[in-house]
């Protein structure tokens, strides 16, 4: 996307009944094309849209809530470039049937998607929420028998310059309602959702609560029981993420949870650790069908500075929390590769999450061999409505490669990471500039030539830049700076200079 736009669809809101929208006379919805952008999902953005936006008055831009303090968004001609991606963009079959239903082990999703064990899950109006916009199923908050005591604030969060979060810290604990009222939650959403699945996330302090608890929430409706053997945030340290330390520990609570139901179970596993396979391997010697990864990466966000006390802070005080977001995805890609390659692995459901915003992101994790995708903190910053651009934004990736199913994209990559000593180091591939887009900024000069290998020249009359050859050693690192894509590479390698 041209960065003039993509500048102006990150500065949108993303507001709650659009007053963009609602202001509309010719049923354009520009909220809802412009949050697909937000989200990837180019094609659904410019599904069915015709450009009348040139005949009105810009009443849309005129009701844009950042008017109030800031400069409104330039909603006419974003809705103009919608016009020119859907003339120059692929065309999508969409008679071509796909299916996007995935499994837990024998237990039918509908898409992939699922709510994680987090307070996006936590009682029934919320799920019940979220089950009517489309999500597969979700999995409660964790279940326990022991009284819970949260911390107020128990969020903080590094955010990007565009006001978004990429990364959030926790240290939020479990369910806060007693079993029996759990249990009814679960009982109602079958009720009135037989095809979603329910996942019930569970922590026992023993064996005999383990058996108990996956017992309970079998008996009361609930599809797979998934073993949380990886919350950093408990008040009792031998709980939660020291579980998930401990092989022997793992393994022991497998076994007894398993006792308590024949239905799936899942291991949640922590990446708190340097080699998540082990405790993986652990948990299927203890009766689990698969693993649920990556929960959150123990974390300091940040110091205030003025404060001198670590984000967030109670009565003066924090402590470690859980990190999420989209800044955990590479490692949670790392973990899920780990282990979906393990040849010991091979018949193990994996459920992925973390950093999962978008159906880009999601695929990602499929292509290494997940199965269920979970999502908690792109929720709770965008709401349970992303669901949609999640599911429609896959399907048309599905369309426009003619794959009618999403079993075809599973583990698909895996295989496709080597180690090092196998990456192929004889050839160069060199960048190319494309002189039409470039704007001039020079950022792909001032980047080689302090962080690089000093490969480019700027010429400060034509603010061009130029490379230079035989210094270039193709490592790339101006593409990855330039802002407006000016930088691709050439097709063809050339044999690298000793």
């Known amino acids: 996307m041209n960065i003039?736009?993509?500048?102006?669809?990150?500065?949108?809101?993303?507001?709650?009944?659009?007053?963009?929208?609602?202001?509309?006379?010719?049923?354009?919805n520009p909220a809802d094309r412009i949050r697909s952008l937000y989200f990837e999902n180019e094609y659904s953005a410019f599904k069915n849209f015709n450009n009348e936006c040139d005949k009105c008055e810009g009443f849309c831009e005129q009701e844009c809530v950042l008017k109030k303090y800031d400069k409104q968004i330039s909603i006419k001609d974003l809705m103009k470039h919608l016009g020119d991606l859907k003339d120059n963009s692929e065309i999508i079959n969409e008679d071509f049937d796909v299916d996007i239903s995935s499994e837990i082990c024998g237990v039918k999703l509908e898409n992939p998607y699922v709510l994680s064990s987090s307070v996006v899950a936590s009682n029934y109006e919320m799920i019940d929420k979220a089950f009517a916009l489309g999500w597969a199923g979700c999995a409660f908050k964790t279940i326990c028998l022991f009284e819970q005591h949260e911390a107020s604030p128990r969020f903080s969060v590094l955010k990007s310059r565009t006001g978004s979060f990429f990364g959030f810290k926790n240290i939020e604990q479990l369910s806060d309602h007693a079993l029996e009222e759990n249990l009814i939650v679960f009982k109602e959403l079958k009720e009135k959702y037989p095809s979603k699945v329910i996942i019930a996330s569970i922590m026992g302090r023993n064996e005999s609560e383990w058996e108990y608890l996956s017992r309970k929430c079998d008996e009361a409706g609930a599809d797979v029981i998934e073993l949380n053997f990886s919350c950093p945030n408990m008040e009792d340290g031998s709980l939660g993420v020291t579980i998930g330390q401990d092989k022997e520990l793992v393994e022991r609570f497998s076994i007894a949870a398993r006792k308590g139901t024949k239905k799936p179970i899942l291991a949640k596993m922590t990446p708190n650790v340097q080699d998540m396979l082990p405790y993986a391997l652990a948990a299927k010697r203890g009766g689990c069908d698969g693993i649920a990864a990556i929960n959150t990466i123990m974390s300091i966000t940040g110091i205030n500075i003025d404060t001198l006390t670590p984000e967030p802070s109670i009565r003066g005080s924090s402590s470690l929390g859980g990190y999420s977001g989209r800044a955990?995805?590479?490692i949670a890609l790392r973990f899920i590769s780990e282990v979906s390659e393990s040849k010991d692995m091979k018949d193990m459901h994996i459920s992925a999450m973390g950093g999962i915003e978008t159906y880009r992101d999601g695929l990602e994790f499929i292509l290494l061999g997940a199965s269920s995708l979970q999502v908690t903190t792109a929720i709770m910053q965008y709401g349970y409505r992303i669901i949609e651009d999640l599911v429609n934004g896959l399907k048309n990736y599905m369309q426009l490669r003619n794959i009618s199913n999403l079993k075809q994209?599973?583990?698909?990559?895996?295989?496709?990471?080597?180690?090092?000593?196998q990456l192929e180091r004889d050839t160069i591939l060199f960048p190319k500039f494309n002189s039409d887009t470039c704007i001039g900024c020079g950022r792909c000069h001032i980047s080689c030539y302090d962080g690089g290998h000093q490969a480019i020249q700027f010429d400060k009359e034509t603010r061009r830049p130029k490379l230079l050859a035989n210094k270039c050693v193709g490592c790339h690192l101006c593409k990855l700076v330039c802002p407006t894509s000016s930088i691709t590479t050439l097709t063809k390698r050339i044999k690298r200079r000793d």
Do not use: H, M, Q
Not at 14 to 28: G, R
Not at 409 to 421: A, C, D, P, Q, Y
């Open 409 to 421: 994209l599973i583990g698909g990559s895996i295989g496709n990471i080597v180690e090092l000593n």
């Open 4 to 28: 003039v736009y993509e500048t102006e669809v990150n500065r949108c809101l993303l507001c709650e009944d659009a007053p963009c929208s609602k202001a509309c006379v010719y049923n354009v």
């Open 328 to 330: 955990v995805k590479p």
